[in-house]
């Protein structure tokens, strides 16, 4: 893209840290506090992705990644986020899991925000925390470091605004663009077998903007974008950069990790995602084979 078609996009954040300490609890809040309802039924669907709204400002978060699928997701080239939030428990502290969430920040060359949970529980000390994680590098602004920490009670809530802000601000830094009048192209969250939509995929829009009616390859599976639905349950014409979208169309369903683009007929899609799911055959049918012949060794 040249310079010019660039215009800022939202940042995508994943949230990660140790058993238990809340990533879940903060997700949650955040969805339920942020995410305007849809018309029909008014029950928010769960489609592992999803934007807020910050003073004017868009956030999206992606839901499903733990460590295991985040991981997936790199290894496959997936690399989807631009800021990893690390929730530590502060009446607990830096635990293995805290650890690997600072290696897979620092080996994705992301920003990192602390968020320090818990501070509504008695034995809280998120100065302790801040010391803790000083020690792997993640200095707080407030004492000359360059990481932005916020205390948050994500049970209740405390905090979670300025969060959310110094999320805008940390991303602002990062100048984060993309260009909305290309053919879209992005990675798969997640995707399953609707018994009566047939294969659904959650797509995360890297680049470009998604319509219905787009002939589109993901992974090796292919179709044209039938339905488009936000994560508030709405059926959407279109879909920008770092908006996240469940489509129907595809005549299988692909894998989390997978990368999709629009093609610019159904002929082309097709014969892409055949040629695609012909060559995954063929790699699988060689790995099956070497594997039989380990065993003949072994
Ligand atoms: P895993 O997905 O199992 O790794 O855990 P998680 O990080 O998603 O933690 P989760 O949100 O499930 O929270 C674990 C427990 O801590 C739950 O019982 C929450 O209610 C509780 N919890 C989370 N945040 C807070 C908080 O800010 N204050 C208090 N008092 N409890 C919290
Ligand atoms: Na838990
Ligand atoms: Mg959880």
Do not use: C
């Amino acid at each position: 893209d040249k310079e010019e078609d660039l215009v800022p996009r939202p940042p995508v954040v994943t949230i990660m840290g140790h058993v238990d300490h809340g990533k879940t609890t903060l997700l949650d809040y955040i969805r339920k506090s942020h995410v305007a309802e849809g018309e029909s039924g008014g029950i928010t669907q769960h489609i592992g992705a999803y934007q807020v709204d910050v003073n004017g400002k868009k956030v999206t978060f992606l839901d499903t990644p733990g460590h295991e699928a985040f991981t997936a997701m790199r290894a496959r080239g997936a690399q989807v986020t631009d800021i990893v939030i690390i929730v530590v428990a502060a009446d607990d502290g830096v635990m293995p899991q805290t650890r690997e969430a600072i290696d897979h920040a620092k080996a994705a060359g992301v920003p990192i925000i602390v968020a320090v949970n818990k501070i509504d529980k008695p034995g809280a000390s998120p100065d302790r925390i801040r010391t803790e994680m000083s020690e792997f590098g993640l200095m707080p602004e407030e004492w000359g470091g360059d990481v932005v920490y916020q205390d948050i009670s994500a049970k209740k809530g405390t905090g979670v605004q300025d969060l959310l802000e110094a999320i805008t601000v940390v991303a602002e830094m990062a100048e984060l663009k993309a260009n909305p009048n290309r053919a879209a192209y992005g990675t798969v969250v997640e995707a399953r077998l609707d018994k009566g939509r047939g294969p659904v995929a959650t797509l995360l829009v890297e680049n470009g903007t998604l319509h219905p009616g787009d002939p589109i390859v993901v992974g090796t599976t292919y179709g044209r974008v039938r339905q488009m639905t936000g994560d508030n349950g709405r059926t959407l014409k279109k879909a920008t950069p770092a908006t996240p979208v469940a489509i129907t169309g595809l005549n299988e369903v692909p894998e989390a990790g997978d990368k999709f683009m629009v093609f610019d007929s159904d002929k082309t899609a097709r014969h892409i995602g055949e040629a695609r799911a012909e060559k995954k055959k063929e790699e699988e049918r060689n790995t099956t084979s070497a594997m039989s012949l380990d065993d003949l060794y072994n």
